[in-house]
């Protein structure tokens, strides 16, 4: 793929991640409320916007590029996801998407609410 075809993924809707993230997190006992506090925390949607676009067929690309404000703390996000190490993608869309696919793992595994978030 060269670097003017967007990535597949950038494509897919929202709602369709949303509800991947959702049995992920509720299978391990984790709530919906969890979750939606993460999404609005990292995007700065609230929760109804959230609630509007997990009911649209809004992209990821769009989802991102129209969240209200990226957390300033986001950068605190680090590890891997799919093997991949996060500060080293070079999209910024894809960032985004990695670093919430890790805030979701985090809330999977049970990590708590505070520190998922990054606070002090």
């Not at 996000?77 to 996801?81: A, H, L, Q, W």
């Given at each position: 793929m060269d670097?003017?075809?967007?990535h597949r993924v950038f494509r897919m809707a929202f709602s369709s991640l949303y509800a991947c993230y959702t049995q992920k997190v509720t299978k391990k006992y984790r709530s919906t409320e969890e979750l939606?506090?993460?999404i609005c925390?990292?995007?700065g949607y609230s929760r109804e916007a959230l609630a509007t676009l997990r009911e649209s067929d809004t992209d990821l690309q769009t989802f991102f590029?129209?969240?209200?404000?990226m957390h300033p703390a986001r950068v605190l996000?680090?590890?891997?996801?799919c093997g991949v190490q996060i500060d080293?993608?070079?999209d910024p869309t894809m960032r985004s998407i990695r670093y919430l696919d890790k805030l979701v793992d985090e809330l999977a595994?049970?990590?708590?609410?505070e520190k998922i978030l990054r606070k002090s």
């Open positions: 670097s003017t075809t967007p939606d506090t993460v925390w990292l995007t590029a129209e969240a209200p404000q996000i680090t590890g891997k996801i080293a993608i070079e595994k049970g990590r708590p609410l």
